[in-house]
């Protein structure tokens, strides 16, 4: 039952929030499991729950199988919410850093490309969610090489959150002053 996928996505939210990803991950997979018997194979909330259980498996380090995942979700949302959409954008933006992570930096900057442009359409520039996508374009342009073009788009990231009231307890803040130092 969708209900049922819905309730394991969020136990496994809460407990990769707290750092728990050995015992959040059987709940990402039930998730899936369930979303796929009861909604089928293209389902947002079954490319959600694809994106989550991405995320801790990149966070594990087996980033292969992330990017699959990853890839997997994106094909979904583009199929049922169209190539223009917020979470297509947050889609394209997780394969970029995976990519990043694998070093595919040509394809990293491709993707969060395509993220930043879908994301400038529903976003305001000093949006925290279009700010982070524009930190993590500076990541993978200092993976790439390219620090002082980089450096910029941090700087830019950076300054936009803590004027939003972002602290550097927050984990996009500690994110982007660590590729700055």
């Known amino acids: 039952h969708p209900e049922i996928a819905k309730s394991y996505n969020n136990i496994g939210l809460v407990l990769q929030t707290m750092g728990r990803l050995a015992e959040a991950k059987p709940y990402f997979s039930q998730a899936v499991a369930a979303y796929e018997r009861s909604l089928g194979g293209d389902h947002p909330n079954l490319a959600t729950s694809l994106n989550n259980l991405a995320g801790l498996i990149r966070a594990e ?3 292969p199988e992330s990017r699959d995942l990853y890839a997997r979700s994106l094909r979904i949302r583009e199929k049922v919410l169209g190539d223009q959409h917020p979470s297509v ?3 394209y933006n997780n394969m970029a850093l995976v990519l990043c992570d694998l070093g595919e930096y ?4 491709k993707m ?3 993220c930043l442009r879908i994301s400038s359409q529903y976003y305001a520039k000093d949006h925290p969610e279009y700010l982070n996508y524009r930190g ?3 990541i993978i342009l200092s993976a790439h090489g390219r620090k002082e ?5 941090l700087q830019e990231a950076l300054s936009g959150l ?3 009231g972002f602290t550097e307890t927050h984990v996009w803040i500690a994110k982007f002053s660590k590729h700055l130092d």
């Open 89 to 91: 954008a947050e889609s």
């Open 149 to 153: 073009e980089a450096r910029g788009y």
């Open 136 to 138: 993590n374009f500076g």
């Open 106 to 109: 040509d394809d990293a900057l």
């Open 61 to 63: 380090g087996a980033l």
């Open 162 to 164: 803590q004027q939003k």
């Open 112 to 114: 969060c490309k395509k």
